[in-house]
């Protein structure tokens, strides 16, 4: 249980600092400090990355920096998105999606270390390809159980024209939604296979987890981001290599 508890303030210190990324641990520390079968610990995943990314959102919108039209542009299509990635989840080995899970973890690490480039948005929102980024991403979330957010923040402003002040309240709005419906789809697929979820395991990380983003938050404010950030980096990189090594291979 402490070590469950390290591994959520550990998610929750990453997703205060950097905004998005911190999710991505989530899997691991439910399969290697819980010892959770990793259908469940994808499943589980979501629904603690929902109610981490709603509370990050909720304070977001108390602030008034989500913007709540481009929160359901991209969020309908993510929901859409991620019940069908958690119908195609429930139905594979899992050891296909965390095949899935490692390339992601790779991706976002050469995300995090280059650091966000959007810098500028655009005037014109481009509806269809919001859409099927929406879609895409949220077939992602549904398949693997992350959140996305380094892929949502991009796209909400260089295809939705979102200000970056508001791309990470709207996106942890985002994250939410479609994390939640990825997650009543895997309930009730698992749950009528006669998996067991284990609700003290989600409810002890998930407050953990919104602690720790308190914390992070606090952290981010004093050191460095940009060394930080590449630390993250290289800390996903090893992590997606034990994964790969652990339960893949």
């Known amino acids: 249980m402490i070590q469950a508890i390290i591994g959520a303030i550990l998610i929750g210190l990453s997703l205060g600092i950097f905004g998005s990324g911190g999710s991505i641990l989530t899997v691991p520390v439910l399969l290697y400090l819980v010892n959770m079968p990793a259908n469940l610990a994808i499943a589980s ?14 304070l977001s919108a108390r602030k008034k920096i989500v913007s709540w039209p481009h929160v359901w542009l991209f969020g309908i299509p993510g929901m859409i998105g991620a019940y069908a990635g958690a119908w195609v989840g429930a139905a594979v080995d899992s050891r296909i999606q965390l095949l899935v899970f ?3 973890m790779a991706i976002a690490s050469v995300m995090m270390w280059r ?5 500028e948005t655009l005037k014109d929102v481009k509806v269809v390809r919001v859409i099927i980024d929406g879609l895409v991403v949220g077939a992602i979330t549904g398949f693997v159980g992350v959140g996305g957010g380094f892929l949502i923040v991009p796209a909400l402003v260089l295809l939705g024209g979102v200000p ?14 479609k994390s939640f419906v990825g997650f009543a789809k ?3 697929a698992l749950s009528a296979q006669g998996y067991e979820f284990d609700w003290t395991i989600i409810a002890i990380i998930s407050v953990a ?41």
């Open 209 to 249: 987890g919104i602690f720790g983003s308190y914390a992070g938050a606090w952290v981010g404010a004093r050191l460095p981001r940009q060394k930080l950030q590449k630390a993250f980096a290289v800390f996903l990189i090893l992590m997606a290599i034990f994964v790969l090594s652990q339960s893949v291979l």
């Open 45 to 58: 995943s979501l629904l603690i990355v929902a109610f981490i990314s709603l509370f990050g959102g909720l």
């Open 115 to 119: 650091g966000r480039s959007a810098s």
């Open 186 to 188: 895997y309930f009730t």
């Open 102 to 104: 490692v390339v992601l």
């Open 164 to 177: 970056m002040v508001l791309a990470i309240g709207t996106s942890l709005m985002v994250i939410a939604l």
